[in-house]
Nanobody
Framework: QVQLVESGGGLVQAGGSLRLSCAAS????????IGWFRQAPGKERAIVAA????????YYADSVKGRFTISRDNAKNTAFLQMDSLKPEDTAVYYC????????????????WGQGTQVTVSS
């Protein structure tokens, strides 16, 4: 079992930045990839970015390429999502997930989810 806790959400103006954190505990000795997802009201949960355990493979959704950066610190069992140049359409609840990520950037989410953190971008 892996427990995930997100933090760092909040209210920011368009063009601003936020840094989300995802702290893992439990079976952290396993080599899980981490994915960040978001869900806006009335929309399905969608992947935003993912990173392999080694950090050598990263995936970004087209809507966030060039603005968001995913990273991780395995020594601290924590993953991050740096979000720059935020837009109102980035407003959503952001979730982190533990899963697997192939070399071809195919992410398979396991049933390990955090509780989510709200990101609101005002225009």
């Amino acid at each position: 079992q892996v427990q995930l806790v997100e933090s760092g959400g909040g209210l920011v103006q368009a063009g601003g930045s936020l840094r989300l954190s995802c702290a893992a505990s439990g079976r952290t000795s396993s080599t899980y990839a981490i994915g960040w997802f978001r869900q806006a009201p009335g929309k399905e949960r969608a992947i935003v970015a993912a990173i392999s355990w080694s950090g050598g493979v990263r995936y970004y959704a087209d809507s966030v390429k060039g603005r968001f950066t995913i990273s991780r610190d395995n020594a601290k069992n924590t993953a991050f999502l740096q979000m720059d140049s935020l837009k109102p359409e980035d407003t959503a609840v952001y979730y982190c997930n533990a899963g697997s990520l192939t070399y071809y950037s195919d992410y398979d989410p396991y049933d390990y989810w955090g509780q989510g953190t709200q990101v609101t971008v005002s225009s």
